[in-house]
């Protein structure tokens, strides 16, 4: 693979590099993760920079899922070391992700980015939403579902993530609230189900796309490869400085205000999906 010129790699790398910081500081002041904020950033960054072709939705969702694989891994760790990941819920619901994953993947690689783009801000809107009305106390019941109602939720969870490039905090740890289980818990071991998301999901990316036009530079399969080296170098760094602000501020009306982002994030990719 030829090395691009420099001058269509530093426009690249600097906008990637403030995206990264962004996402950091949000998931380390919210308990959000980065993909609902990095799939529309990375779309806007390619596009902006005159990268396109039929494939671009999906390099933005492998390219994400690929940063999921490595801070999925160090949170659950961090979170294990802690006690805060609750392993049963993980194994059992673990197969059943993966299955989803999966066939997120394949039916990913035949969509169209406009599909995909109504995908993410329909869910997005939800995820919005739920981000600024959701209570504490809503309760679907008092343990996580087993036998039919997994077998149904887990895979969903997983198909469902990977349309939007996103791990398992945006729809595990609500699920997991609203069957009672402590938020730090559900934040714990919604890490891992973000690590079983997004790393059968990113293999199946790798082996697709080779041939599709107007990928970025350095892009393999349908992983950009500059924008996940430089997310996870600068979110390193700055999720700490999300997780300092969290404890310095009130975060409810963060909160309410990166809600409200998140809807007009989603509502102008329908919009762009929809009218062009």
Not at 200 to 218: K, T
Not at 245 to 250: Q, V
Request: aromatic share 10%.
């Amino acid at each position: 693979m030829p090395m691009p010129p420099l001058a269509e790699l530093l426009p690249l790398a600097a906008l990637l590099f403030a995206i990264g910081a962004f996402a950091g500081v949000i998931a380390g002041m919210l308990g959000v993760g980065g993909g609902i904020v990095l799939v529309p950033a990375f779309l806007y960054t390619f596009t902006a920079l005159g990268y396109g072709g039929p494939q671009i939705m999906q390099v933005c969702l492998a390219t994400s899922l690929a940063t999921i694989v490595f801070t999925s891994f160090r949170s659950l760790r961090g979170h294990m070391a802690k006690g805060a990941a609750d392993l049963d819920v993980l194994r059992g619901w673990a197969p059943g992700i993966a299955v989803g994953a999966v066939v997120g993947v394949l039916v990913a690689g035949h969509m169209k980015t406009e599909a995909l783009m109504i995908v993410f801000g329909v869910l997005g809107t939800v995820v919005g939403l739920y981000l600024a009305f959701g209570h504490d106390d809503w309760r679907l019941g008092d343990a996580m579902p087993k036998g039919i109602g997994r077998a149904i939720t887990a895979p969903v969870i997983g198909f469902l993530s990977v349309l939007m490039g996103i791990g398992g905090g945006s729809f595990g740890v609500p699920l997991m609230r609203l069957y009672g289980m402590p938020i730090h818990r559900a934040v714990g071991t919604a890490s891992g189900f973000g690590l079983v998301i997004a790393t059968p999901s990113v293999i199946g990316f790798l082996l697709q796309g080779w041939n599709a036009p107007g990928r970025p530079p350095l892009t393999i399969g349908l992983v950009n490869l500059p924008a996940f080296f430089i997310v996870i170098f600068v979110t390193m760094v700055t999720t700490t400085w999300g997780v300092h602000l969290a404890h310095a501020m009130n975060p409810k009306p963060l909160k309410r205000v990166f809600a409200a982002f998140i809807i007009i994030v989603a509502l102008n990719m329908l919009r762009k999906a929809l009218l062009g």
